[in-house]
């Protein structure tokens, strides 16, 4: 059972626009950042979104994050077929001194 | 360039104690600020945090898992080690150590990951 809870999967066509929720609690979404990460088959995660909102350098703006309260929202928009991968929310929880990350959402792209 | 990378047994036994090394090159572990964390994912299922390690040698555990896991650095080999003892069968995973920083709320540069499979 993960501490952050994520949808276990969402789809949408080729074009078009996904949003992924993560929620969690006051000891670690709530008051601490929330990132976003890519994995995609056999590979390591990757991190899209750090600090809520904010995209490393060489991520593509179709890649957006936004947090309210002790939710967050991933969105990707213009989804290709390459964007099939599995994705995770993560933050540190300050009462558990741990990292801890949602159950992971596959995203299939029709 | 950062890099870290895991490096460790594929196999062991129940009841062993498992130790898997993180080599990091591309930054210093006595740098202000820098922090590495063990993660682990088993087959087909979610990221589990395990231990953290920061600069300053301030240590952190998974509540689960406190009492089987040591984490500790070598600074001059530029290596964080875990070690987890009485493994399981369930503990069969794949270990990636990570980068985070201090200010910064995300594991920024992963390894690639070491398999362990824990089976008599």
């Known amino acids: 059972q993960s501490v952050l809870t994520q949808p276990p999967s969402v789809s949408a066509a080729p074009g078009q626009k996904v949003t992924i929720s993560c929620s969690g609690s006051?000891?670690?979404?709530?008051?601490?950042?929330v990132s976003w990460y890519q994995q995609l088959p056999g590979t390591a995660p990757k991190v899209l979104i750090y600090d809520n909102n904010k995209r490393p350098s060489g991520i593509p703006d179709r890649f957006s994050g936004s947090k309210s309260g002790s939710s967050a929202t991933l969105g990707i928009t213009g989804l290709q077929t390459g964007d099939e991968a599995d994705y995770y929310c993560?933050?540190?929880?300050?009462?558990?001194?741990?990292?801890?990350f949602g159950g992971g959402t596959k995203l299939t792209v029709l | 360039q950062v890099t870290l990378k895991e490096s460790g047994p594929a196999l062991v036994k129940p009841t062993q104690t498992l130790k898997l090394t993180c080599t990091v090159s591309?930054?210093?572990?006595?740098?202000?600020?820098?922090?590495v964390s063990w993660i682990r994912q088993p087959p087909g299922k979610a990221l589990e945090g395990l231990a953290r390690?920061?600069?300053?040698?301030?240590?952190f555990y998974s509540t689960s898992l406190k009492t089987r896991l040591t984490i500790s650095k070598d600074t001059s080999k530029n290596q964080v080690v875990l070690t987890m003892t009485n493994m399981d069968p369930v503990d069969t995973a794949t270990y990636y150590c990570?980068?985070?920083?201090?200010?910064?709320?995300?594991?920024?540069?992963w390894g690639k990951g070491t398999t362990v499979t824990v089976s008599s």
């Open positions: 390690i920061d600069w300053d040698d301030d240590k």
């Open positions: 990570a980068r985070s920083r201090r200010g910064y709320g995300d594991l920024d540069v």
């Open positions: 006051s000891s670690n979404i709530g008051n601490n950042y």
């Open positions: 993560g933050a540190w929880d300050s009462s558990l001194s741990i990292w801890v």
């Open positions: 591309g930054f210093s572990l006595s740098t202000s600020g820098m922090r």
